[in-house]
C-alpha cells in the first residue's frame, strides 16, 4: 500500500468519526471543507434536508477574481470570509465546523479564521 493510499484512509477514518457527532440543522448549518491539493472548497449544508445553502471555492467566479496569484493559505482566507459574508446576509450566525477529516492547521484553519472575521460563530 502507497503512502498516499494510507493518509487517505487514515483521513475517511478521521472524517466517520467527526461525522458521527456533526449534524447541520436549519438554525445551525454544517460548515464543510474539503481540501484539494490545488483549491479549497467550502460549503453550508442542512443535513435535515440533504441540501446544500451556500457553496464557495477558488474556483468561483465571485472569488477568482480576487484571488488573483495569491498563495493558497490567502485564498482559502478568501474563501471563509466570502462564505461567512454570504451566509451572515442570509441571517445565519452560527454554524458547525466540520473540517471533514483533515488537520486543523494550514489551509483549513486559515478558512476557518477568514469565516469567524466576517462574522460566523462556531
Do not use: C
Not at 9 to 21: D, S, V, Y
Not at 69 to 95: C, F, M, P, Q, Y
Amino acid at each position: 500500500m502507497s503512502q498516499k493510499n494510507t493518509r487517505e484512509i487514515a483521513r475517511q477514518k478521521r472524517k466517520r468519526r467527526i461525522r458521527k457527532k456533526l449534524f447541520g440543522t436549519e438554525q445551525r448549518p454544517r460548515l464543510s471543507v474539503f481540501r484539494s491539493a490545488k483549491h479549497i472548497y467550502a460549503q453550508l449544508v442542512v443535513d435535515t434536508t440533504g441540501s446544500t445553502i451556500l457553496a464557495a471555492s477558488t474556483l468561483s467566479p465571485e472569488i477568482r477574481d480576487e484571488i488573483g496569484h495569491l498563495k493558497k493559505s490567502d485564498a482559502a482566507k478568501k474563501v471563509g470570509e466570502w462564505i461567512g459574508r454570504k451566509a451572515t446576509e442570509k441571517n445565519i450566525r452560527r454554524v458547525i465546523f466540520d473540517r471533514n477529516g483533515f488537520l486543523y492547521h494550514g489551509r483549513v484553519k486559515e478558512l476557518a479564521d477568514g469565516a469567524r472575521e466576517s462574522g460566523l460563530e462556531f
